[in-house]
């Protein structure tokens, strides 16, 4: 047996600067960040002689702590090096932090490795308190022989002091990267800008931190928006903290500017809310069924984690009335946009980093009322001394996605769908009173605009009138279109009630099968499965409108719901069965309503941990000839305003869609009828219904 040693060439160290460091943005924001754990004041990054490549070169210096020939040699040529991980180790065993009141952000000993995507020379000078300057130059070009590492040695000389750093401090580190890897462009230097000034959360300055950025062509960094020039345009805003399984102390603000008069300022204030996740569960009788999860980040060394939001409306026919400049903020937001994590309020840069919680992908199925990265500026920070189990990828794009960081986005998740939520409410009187029309119509928003530019453009009267009869034509051609689309998406909804509950009891059959003997409860299971089927059938072929009895109606709506019912312990309250009405319409289609208002009753109900869970269903009769199935359950009521709770895409359910009552309502509208709120005193209900939500289908009485 003979022992050997790895022998690395030399390439491998340009090799690891190539393929650790993601860009040149993200090169300079490491060597910020070395600064920043040097206990650096002031950081100053110019980049010189622009107009000749060959002579271009970036100078980094700050007035930190600088660095002795001891460190030199033994932490800074040492790549990898845990030097950074033991010191920080070290201070939080002993709860100790610098003279500044900072924590090393560096760990992995790579982030020297900036220098190396930039340029292919080198030269550090540095100098510690009470000790004399270092110096050294490093030539890259010459690391790409095929010699080892080993035999391309660096010479180090320690001399007296020659410079002075950032305002003429005595200690501090300079570097300056000479022949340039990359070129220099005007968009590419305001690229970096933004990444400088992205480095720190807007939210929260950073003690006694300056960044001083600067380019020999001083029109390259003109007219960039800064966060103070732009934070006044939010018309959302949200800040919370995020502390186990609870969100604490979410403070939601609508804030409409003075211009927008007929709007009301909105504050709404919660101290704790349960953060869940739906996921899939199997009892102990085996049966598989979907519950509602903690979402717990004290499981893990995350901390608390403080969340703050703010978002825009970038619609034209808003901001005009605002007197501000759109497309200055549509500039800044499509380069600063997004929701970043921020450690101790320095940024943690991730792979795809302005979309780490998927928010474009959300936006497919309700783009009026989802936020992308455009939309809004939000800040998720978290303490360097309490997340440790949050663990950067040596590469610099982010967290490590094990367990820790998911169960970490699962709940900076739910607290954004959380703002979203909130923020739909507001935008609906938004687009009620300054919209064009309604953002849920756009192809009408889209012929409103069109009109009004023909109004103003075009004088010739006759040719005028010819254009507005084809967009009529247009318009009633789209509603007509509307209305198919509504009633086919009533059947769709119907048909995703069969998959559910198909699902279900496939799965109760797969683990009777596999566990049971009880030939019966096999039968039984099978003969349930194909009742329901040829319900279900029903619901998605039927197109026929009848009379039929409601009671039947509402008592196969509850057979078809009984196993969450069951599975939730909730109680049923048929005060219907005395009552024979009927009405006209096509059954399924309204049975489908009812088994959607119940299904979100039952999630409400167990989301607010009601103890004994009860719905309360009734038919009534008034005397204008109108019969209404009245549905109310025990909890806590509507979240939303009953005025906006039918509008598509309004939910206050976390992972909802905000589609089920405004399907409710459309259908209802379709049968002559209606579905309205009614309050607790309007209605004879027992008293334990006081506080919980009520709804009332409202049917013409059969003829």
């Known amino acids: 047996m003979e022992a050997v040693a ?129 110096f050294l130059h490093i030539d890259w070009e010459k690391f790409n022989s095929s010699k080892y590492l080993s035999d391309v040695p660096i010479n180090i000389i320690e001399r007296k002091p020659t410079i002075k750093y950032i305002n003429n401090s005595p200690k501090g580190t300079k570097i300056i990267i000479e022949k340039l890897k990359g070129t220099w462009t005007r968009g590419k230097t305001r690229d970096l800008q933004r990444s400088i000034t992205s480095l720190n959360s807007p939210f929260k300055a950073l003690d006694s931190f300056s960044i001083d950025f600067r380019v020999d062509k001083e029109d390259w960094l003109k007219g960039l928006l800064k966060f103070e020039e732009i934070k006044d345009y939010a018309l959302f805003k949200a800040s919370m903290k995020l502390s186990g399984n609870k969100i604490r102390d979410y403070k939601y603000e609508f804030i409409p500017w003075n211009s927008l008069s007929k709007l009301e300022k909105r504050i709404d204030k919660i101290e704790e809310i349960d953060m869940v996740l739906e996921q899939r569960v199997v009892t102990e009788k085996g049966k598989r069924r979907k519950e509602l999860a903690p979402i717990d980040i004290s499981q893990y060394n995350i901390g608390d984690v403080e969340i703050e939001l703010l978002s825009f409306d970038l619609d034209s026919s808003i901001y005009k009335l ?46 009026g009322d989802k936020i992308s990265a455009n939309l809004v500026l939000g800040s998720v920070n978290v303490n360097r001394d309490k997340s440790s189990d949050l663990r950067e990828k040596t590469n610099r794009e982010g967290f490590i996605e094990d367990t820790a960081y998911r169960t970490f986005r699962d709940a900076v998740t739910f607290a954004v769908q959380k703002f979203e939520r909130d923020r739909a409410k507001d935008k609906q009187y938004l687009r009620k009173y300054y919209g064009v029309t309604s953002k849920s119509e756009p192809v009408m928003a889209e012929i409103a605009t069109l009109k009004e530019k023909i109004n103003n453009k075009i004088q010739d009267n006759a040719v005028k009138k010819e254009i507005y009869g084809c967009l009529e034509n247009i318009e009633r051609d789209y509603k007509h279109i509307t209305e198919i689309y509504q009633k086919s998406s009533s059947a769709g909804l119907s048909m995703s009630v069969v998959l559910h509950e198909i699902e279900k009891i496939l799965a109760e059959l797969e683990y009777v099968i596999n566990s049971e003997k009880t030939s019966d409860h096999v039968k039984s299971l099978v003969k349930r499965l194909g009742n329901l089927t040829d319900g279900y059938a029903s619901v998605v072929k039927s197109k026929s409108i009848k009379s039929f009895d409601l009671k039947k109606m509402i008592d196969q709506s509850l057979y078809m719901v009984d196993f969450r019912l069951s599975a939730h312990e909730v109680e049923i309250d048929k005060s219907y069965l ?125 003829k």
């Not at 060597?31 to 970036?58: C, H, T």
């Not at 780490?356 to 497919?364: I, P, Q, Y």
């Open 578 to 702: 005395n009552i024979n009405e009927k009405v006209k319409g096509n059954e399924s289609l309204l049975a489908s309503t009812i088994i959607n208002i119940i299904d979100n009753s039952i999630w409400w109900l167990h989301y607010a941990k009601v103890p004994n869970k009860k719905i309360y269903i009734d038919i009534t009769k008034d005397i204008s000839g109108y019969i209404s199935v009245i549905i109310a359950d025990n909890g806590k009521g509507f979240t939303i305003p009953t005025e906006i709770i039918t509008k598509p895409f309004i939910t206050d359910r976390p992972g909802g869609m905000g589609l089920g009552l405004h399907l409710a309502s459309e259908i209802m509208k379709q049968h002559g009828g209606n579905l309205f709120f009614p309050d607790f005193n309007d209605i004879h209900l027992p008293t334990e219904y006081k506080q919980g939500a009520i709804i009332a289908l409202s049917f013409k009485e059969a």
């Open 6 to 134: 790895f022998k690395p060439r030399a390439r491998l160290m340009s090799q690891l600067g190539e393929q650790l460091i993601k860009d040149e943005n993200i090169a300079v924001l490491e060597l910020i960040k070395n600064s920043y754990d040097a206990d650096a004041k002031n950081v100053r990054i110019s980049i010189e002689n622009l107009d000749e490549p060959n002579l271009s070169r970036i100078v980094i210096e700050d007035d930190g702590d600088g660095m002795s020939l001891e460190i030199v040699k033994n932490c800074w040529m040492e790549p990898g090096t845990d030097f950074k991980e033991e010191k920080l180790k070290e201070m939080l065993g002993k709860k100790l932090k610098s003279k500044l009141n900072r924590l090393p952000m560096g760990e992995k000993g790579i982030g020297r490795f900036g220098v190396h995507k930039l340029g292919n020379k080198i030269t550090l000078i540095t100098r510690s308190e009470g000790n004399n300057e270092v």
């Open 322 to 367: 605002g007197d501000r400049d759109l497309s200055g903020l549509k500039k800044y937001m499509g380069s600063n946009g997004g929701i970043f994590v921020y450690r101790d309020n320095i940024k943690i840069y991730t792979s795809g980093e302005n979309d780490w919680l998927g928010l474009e992908s959300s936006r497919v199925n309700a783009p």
